[in-house]
């Protein structure tokens, strides 16, 4: 079976024709004298700025006021006031006109930000039926009590509807900065890890130059050892004659590896796993075995030159 396709106007035709029946089910309402009112009401539909929308809440005050002198009092032969009637075309105009507003705004937002929106495709709230709405009813002449119930029924139903889609555009915005916050963050943590890498890089080449190694030396064997610069003289002699200070260097006779030239290289894994791409691993290890086994690097350096090793 086939089924007729729905769409907001066509659900806004169905909401006024369940109203007028509504309306004719009862004893026609008597409204007295009609004083016709032309309403002026600033009303943008679709993406209206925000100045745009701001005049359209200044102007709703006088637009009700004008609406609620226009409708005279009188009472229905049913029992149904002409004075209820106007009170909740009020009240919905008041409503409609805060849903257009806030869905003005959201839209607005959303083309401010600029973010993609998930689901893609929708960035703004369609106004024009319920901006349409609200105009109609607005300018409805007071006398006209079943227009007016009829265009009440209608515009609720768009506010509704508006503000379901309103909700809807502002949780898609509220995801968007939420992935986009995380996407900077995930960036900029990136870019910390990055730059930490490069200058651990560029530190480790700078340590690892002879001139750089020696620096290193100098300074933990003082802070770790009390070792001066008679020591550190000693100490220079020694690695210069083993290594040059060159932290690749490598026996190909015996084996022995590294600054110190230790014997096998991977004794210097105790001092740390970098031990064959770091200067200052090396010198860590070999000044403690200095320590061990000789005491001080002149006492070492004088064992090396009395039988060329130590």
Avoid at 202 to 227: F, I, Q, V
Wanted: glycine content about 8%.
């Amino acid at each position: 079976m086939l089924h007729a396709p729905t769409t907001r106007a066509s659900r806004r035709a169905a909401a006024m024709a369940r109203a007028h029946a509504d309306v004719t089910t009862r004893q026609p309402i008597i409204l007295g004298v009609a004083a016709a009112a032309v309403l002026t009401v600033a009303i943008t539909a679709g993406t209206a700025t925000a100045a745009a929308a701001a005049e359209a809440g200044d102007a709703l005050p006088t637009t009700i006021a004008t609406f609620a002198a226009a409708a005279p009092d009188a009472t229905a032969s049913a029992g149904t006031s002409v004075s209820s009637v106007k009170t909740e075309a009020i009240d919905t105009l008041r409503d409609a006109q805060a849903a257009l507003q806030d869905a003005q705004a959201a839209t607005l937002e959303v083309a401010t930000v600029g973010l993609p929106l998930d689901p893609a495709g929708t960035t703004a709230v369609d106004t024009s039926e319920l901006a349409a709405g609200i105009t109609t009813l607005a300018t409805t002449r007071g006398d006209s009590g079943m227009r007016i119930v009829l265009g009440t029924k209608g515009v609720a139903e768009e506010t509704a509807e508006t503000v379901a889609q309103t909700a809807e555009l502002r949780t898609s915005l509220e995801t968007a900065k939420q992935k986009k916050a995380e996407a900077d963050a995930a960036a900029k943590k990136a870019a910390e890890e990055k730059a930490a890498a490069e200058a651990a890089a560029a530190a480790l080449a700078r340590n690892n130059t002879p001139e750089g190694a020696k620096a290193t030396a100098r300074a933990m064997m003082s802070s770790r050892y009390g070792w001066g610069g008679d020591q550190f003289s000693c100490l220079s002699s020694l690695w210069t004659k083993e290594s040059g200070w060159n932290y690749q260097a490598y026996n190909r006779n015996g084996g022995a590896t590294g600054i110190p030239q230790a014997l096998p290289g991977s004794k210097m894994a105790s001092a740390g796993g970098d031990w064959r791409t770091n200067a200052a691993t090396q010198i860590s290890w070999g000044l403690d075995y200095i320590k061990r086994a000789y005491g001080t690097p002149c006492s070492a350096w004088g064992h090396s030159q009395a039988v060329n090793w130590y």
